[in-house]
T-cell receptor, first 112, second 116 residues
Framework: LAKTTQPISMDSYEGQEVNITCSHN???????ITWYQQFPSQGPRFIIQ???TKVTNEVASLFIPADRKSSTLSLPRVSLSDTAVYYC?????????????FGQGTTLQVKP | ETGVTQTPRHLVMGMTNKKSLKCEQH?????MYWYKQSAKKPLELMFV???????ENNSVPSRFSPECPNSSHLFLHLHTLQPEDSALYLC???????????????FGPGTRLTVL
């Protein structure tokens, strides 16, 4: 069962690029990597998903090295509204929901 | 607005009460989920339904009883709860199961439950 490890918290300032790394040493061949964002008292919101190399969308980039034992979520030019908890999930391409484990997440605090 | 609605948004109940949480998704998705999020703890997956069939029950106590009458609606029936069951209960839906291309989950706003 793949387990993820993320820093508990990070601080940044407006306009900076933020990189949050997630470790998943036991990732299996069929596993993919997904990141969610959660604001207080709200449900998580999907940010990005990838399997290998690099994925980019309108809000973030996801970097996955060749061994796939870690992944890095990159948020360009953060603003105060990016203050939230960010979760890294490792799931099974076969749709095995037993692997839908949200860890502690990383609390990102963006300062003015 | 994610297309997933939950009612009520807040609920206070005694340990002997029976109540139900409702979730409705307007996205045409096939899978629906119940999660529990206690204060300062990670989300815990409780139940999963795919095409109205329950596919996952993560050792949830029987005082929580899910019901999925169709792909758009999901209920969580509550009875004889304990104070430690106080938490934010989140519903989510996805087009496909996670990892199958369109497995991205859309979450509702949650129901804040307090058990006295």
């Amino acid at each position: 069962l793949a387990k993820t490890t993320q820093p508990i918290s990070m601080d940044s300032y407006e306009g900076q690029e933020v990189n949050i790394t997630c470790s998943h040493n036991n990732i299996a061949t069929n596993d993919y990597i997904t990141w969610y964002q959660q604001f207080p008292s709200q449900g998580p919101r999907f940010i990005i998903q990838g399997y290998k190399t690099k994925v980019t969308n309108e809000v973030a980039s996801l970097f996955i090295p060749a061994d796939r034992k870690s992944s890095t979520l990159s948020l360009p030019r953060v603003s105060l509204s990016d203050t939230a908890v960010y979760y890294c999930l490792v799931g099974d391409r076969a749709g095995n929901t037993g692997k839908l484990i949200f860890g502690q997440g990383t609390t990102l605090q963006v300062k003015p | 607005e994610t297309g997933v609605t939950q009612t009520p948004r807040h609920l206070v109940m005694g340990m002997t009460n029976k109540k139900s949480l409702k979730c409705e998704q307007h996205l045409g998705h096939n899978a629906m989920y119940w999660y529990k999020q206690s204060a300062k703890k990670p989300l815990e997956l409780m139940f999963v339904y795919n095409f109205k069939e329950q596919t996952e029950n993560n050792s949830v106590p029987s005082r929580f009883s899910p019901e999925c009458p169709n792909s758009s609606h999901l209920f969580l029936h509550l009875h004889t709860l304990q104070p430690e069951d106080s938490a934010l209960y989140l519903c989510a839906s996805s087009q496909e199961m996670p990892g199958q291309g369109r497995g991205e989950q859309f979450f509702g706003p949650g129901t804040r439950l307090t058990v006295l």
